[in-house]
């Protein structure tokens, strides 16, 4: 069984900065790609961030230059960085991991159970 938790929202005043984190735990053979979305009041689920098996990594336009995601594999964790924060960043901050369970041959992608950042004006 594999789990994601996510920590790391709250409230922060525009122009601020969080680090959101998502632990992959459980049996695991390896994390091939790991991505952030996000979701605001009546909005449908975004793509925030990204990266792939190879290291690459891809950004929503609207966050691109403010937001880094990061990976640490030692600790099965991949991060959000998020600086020069806006109001319009206020959602439900997913974490989404495409993991090779340790049984298994064959990859699936895991949610978290979404942490809530609010960005204040």
């Known amino acids: 069984q594999v789990q994601l938790v996510e920590s790391g929202g709250g409230l922060v005043q525009a122009g601020g900065s969080l680090r959101l984190s998502c632990v992959v735990s459980g049996s695991i053979f390896s994390i091939n790609a790991g991505a952030w979305y996000r979701q605001a009041p009546g909005k449908q689920r975004e793509l925030v961030a990204g990266?792939?098996?190879?290291?690459?990594?891809n950004y929503a336009e609207a966050v691109k230059g403010r937001f880094t995601i990061s990976r640490d594999n030692a600790k099965n964790t991949v991060y959000l960085q998020m600086n020069n924060m806006k109001p319009e960043d206020t959602a439900v901050y997913y974490c989404?991991?495409?993991?090779?369970?340790?049984?298994?041959?064959?990859?699936?992608?895991?949610w978290g159970q979404g942490t809530q950042v609010t960005v204040s004006s």
């Open positions: 989404k991991a495409t993991v090779r369970p340790g049984v298994s041959v064959v990859a699936f992608d895991y």
């Open positions: 990266f792939t098996s190879s290291g690459s990594t």
